[in-house]
């Protein structure tokens, strides 16, 4: 990102061997920020402060331990909350839409599209790839549209492209008692 002219990007995980490695190996970047964050409690951030939150695998680790579902509507709130109005919160996750739209759909009132891409081995490439990333697939109330179109066990990532819109005046979605141990 930093390469494609994005000026600051700050990044956060809960452990700080990543954050202490990722600093050593990016030290010639200092447009790249490193710190150590439960990304639950983002208070160390301003409301409304970033244009955009990427996450890949974050949310999906989450999802593998304890008290999945709460941890997982913690950390979702939080990204709405630091999230400037009109700002994306990108997920690319294994998740697939079964998974994780009612998640997000019931944490906060994201508008949602969903792209895809296919899974590659390292160095592999794909010249004529079955599913176009920057064609958002059909999504309809009960993910079924997805099913359909791509099949049983899709060999895909799934990339959740989700607007905050505080004109959608729900905004956040009350906090709901679950339980822990769903699947990712
Ligand atoms: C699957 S790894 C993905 C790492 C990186 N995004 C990537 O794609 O290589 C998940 C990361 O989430 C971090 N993590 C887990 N729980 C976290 C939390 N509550 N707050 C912040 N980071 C967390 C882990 O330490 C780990 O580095």
């Known amino acids: 990102m930093v390469d494609d002219g994005y000026a600051e990007v700050v990044n956060i995980d809960i452990s700080t061997v990543v954050t202490e490695a990722m600093q050593k190996k990016y030290s010639n970047r ?3 920020i490193y710190m150590k964050m439960d990304v639950r409690d983002m208070s160390a951030f301003q409301t409304c402060s970033f244009d955009a939150v990427i996450d890949k695998g974050t949310l999906d680790s989450l999802l593998c331990g304890n008290n999945s ?12 909350r630091v999230l400037k109005d009109k ?6 996750t294994y998740g697939a839409p079964i998974y ?6 019931d944490s906060c009132s994201w508008t949602i599209k969903l792209h ?4 590659l081995l390292l160095g592999e490439s794909s ?4 599913w176009e990333l920057t064609n958002p697939l059909p999504l309809d109330d009960d993910e079924s549209s997805v ?9 895909v990532h799934y990339i959740y492209i989700c607007t905050k819109d505080d004109s ?8 709901v008692a679950v339980g822990s141990g769903t699947g990712t």
Not at 73 to 80: A, C, D, N, S, T
Not at 100 to 105: D, M
Not at 127 to 130: S, V
Not at 168 to 175: I, N, Q, S, V, W
Request: glycine share 8%.
């Open 30 to 32: 200092p447009q790249l």
């Open 69 to 80: 579902q709460q941890n997982a509507f913690k950390m979702l709130k939080e990204v709405w």
């Open 87 to 92: 700002g994306v919160y990108i997920l690319v």
């Open 100 to 105: 994780r739209l009612h998640l997000l759909r």
């Open 116 to 119: 895809v891409i296919e899974k």
């Open 127 to 130: 010249e004529h790839p079955k």
């Open 147 to 155: 099913g359909t179109l791509l099949g049983k066990n899709p060999d």
């Open 168 to 175: 959608l005046k729900a905004g956040l979605k009350p906090e």
